[in-house]
């Protein structure tokens, strides 16, 4: 089982603040299953907009956040043994299906966001991913995406 802190998540995915959404991962089995951890506070950028009477972190984000987990898990199996060649390729989110918002996600919630590998075909990864906060879930989602040269 893998565990990452926020300086090697940032050794996986591109992305900087205001736009890496991940603190943590506590758990990743490659292949199989991926466990990570947004902590969602006030200072976040998007609640000053997202709603100020009622700050709510927007569902897309919650998407996001889950296909950066899913880039992880993606990097981790199928990628690792070509650790060299990962400056040179990025994980694409292509595709979000049958996408529900069950709940809102406030400031002072921990998102626990879960990830599956379902499947792979001609380079197209399928993952099922859920996030809850307090063990109820807000948001579910079948994501699909694809890795490519970074300069393609």
């Not at 506590?26 to 998007?46: L, M, Q």
């Not at 399928?126 to 890795?147: Q, R």
Request: aromatic content about 8%; some cysteine.
């Amino acid at each position: 089982m893998t565990v990452l802190d926020i300086n090697q998540i940032k050794n996986y995915l591109p992305h900087r603040y205001p736009f890496l959404l991940l603190d943590k991962v506590i758990g990743c089995v490659p292949g199989e299953s991926i466990t990570a951890v947004k902590n969602v506070t006030i200072n976040e950028p998007f609640f000053l907009g997202h709603f100020p009477q009622q700050p709510l972190m927007p569902g897309v984000l919650i998407i996001e956040a889950m296909a950066q987990a899913a880039a992880i898990l993606g990097v981790i199996s199928g990628a690792e043994s070509r650790r060299e060649e990962l400056d040179d390729t990025l994980y694409y989110l292509v595709g979000i299906d049958n996408a529900r918002f069950r709940k809102i996600v406030g400031p002072g919630d921990q998102l626990i966001i879960e990830v599956k590998f379902i499947t792979v075909r001609r380079n197209i990864w399928k993952f099922s991913a859920t996030a809850s906060v307090d063990g109820k879930i807000v948001a579910n989602t079948e994501l699909l995406t694809t890795v490519a040269d970074a300069d393609s």
